[in-house]
């Protein structure tokens, strides 16, 4: 098949929809009035008039505090207010400023912890640099800080080990939680009790019967905590472990509890276990 040669561009011309080849393009550059290269002026349709603006920053400008926008003044005041406390998002601060003002620091890194579920590795961190920057006092882990119990003392009841930490004591630790406020204008409580088993391995028979209470105060999330902790490797063998919530139980909702000068009423709401949890604690036994 005979090859066009390089300077035959009377072909190209006539194939429409196809690009040109690099000789052709320096052709058709040559050819002023060729019908491509008008074409493609009028589709690309350049304004003369089409400049670009590259006046540099600091000649419309005599210094960078200057070139704010209206919407960044806008956010600057927004930040100012909050700054000043004129926001909304100041209250925050405010309560815990003066629920936490008579505490010194330590008091106050604990109930941060504890309140907002802060990660340990963060607050080990967070304590270092508070102890590069002065707070020599402080320890140097969330541990030391917190006052994490090392050695929990264990009795044997039921064929498992027991911790119990009583009822009384979980509903007043639990109650103040809550609002001063709430607790000054509440006259009564209810309370849930729970029990049944849960295992903690798949490896093994190793398994916890816990006793959980549960604090139910209306337009508030019901607040649970353990009220008694078993662990073994077999189901209670007896109902031992139930001894102290009862009569904790029954002495908490004969005199109620006392926070502060305030005592307020305690009633038990319900007792809440499935079918097998009922059989083993002999269904009328609480």
Not at 6 to 35: C, K, V, W
Not at 112 to 126: P, T
Request: charged share 25%; aromatic share 8%; net charge negative.
């Amino acid at each position: 098949m005979q090859q066009p040669s390089e300077t035959d561009h009377s072909d190209s011309r006539q194939r429409p929809g196809l690009y040109p080849t690099l000789d052709e393009q320096m052709f058709l550059a040559e050819d002023s009035n060729s019908p491509v290269e008008t074409e493609l002026e009028s589709s690309m349709d350049i304004s003369d008039d089409f400049t670009f603006n590259l006046t540099p920053v600091s000649s419309s400008y005599e210094s960078a505090e200057e070139y704010t926008t209206s919407d960044e003044s806008d956010e600057n005041g927004d930040f100012d207010e909050v700054l000043s406390g004129d926001s909304d998002t100041s209250n925050d601060s405010d309560d815990i400023t003066s629920t936490t003002g008579q505490n010194d620091l330590k008091t106050d890194l604990k109930d941060l912890i504890n309140n907002y579920y802060v990660r340990h590795n963060f607050c080990d961190r967070l304590l270092k640099v508070l102890i590069a920057h002065g707070h020599v006092d402080l320890p140097r882990t969330t541990r030391g800080l917190l006052g994490t119990v090392r050695h929990v003392p264990l009795e044997e009841r039921s064929d498992m080990e027991y911790y119990y930490n009583g009822v009384s004591d979980q509903i007043k630790a639990n109650l103040l939680r809550y609002p001063h406020a709430l607790i000054q204008a509440t006259e009564s409580v209810d309370f849930s009790l729970n029990t049944d088993g849960i295992p903690l391995t798949k490896s093994s028979r190793l398994c916890s019967w816990p006793v959980l209470g549960g604090l139910y105060v209306p337009n508030y999330t019901t607040c649970v905590f353990p009220v008694a902790l078993t662990c073994g490797h077999t189901k209670p063998t007896n109902l031992d472990f139930l001894n102290d919530t009862i009569d904790d139980l029954e002495k908490v909702l004969k005199d109620g509890v006392t926070i502060g000068a305030k005592t307020m009423k305690v009633n038990l709401r319900c007792i809440l276990a499935d079918s097998p949890a009922k059989v083993m604690n002999g269904n009328n036994y609480l």
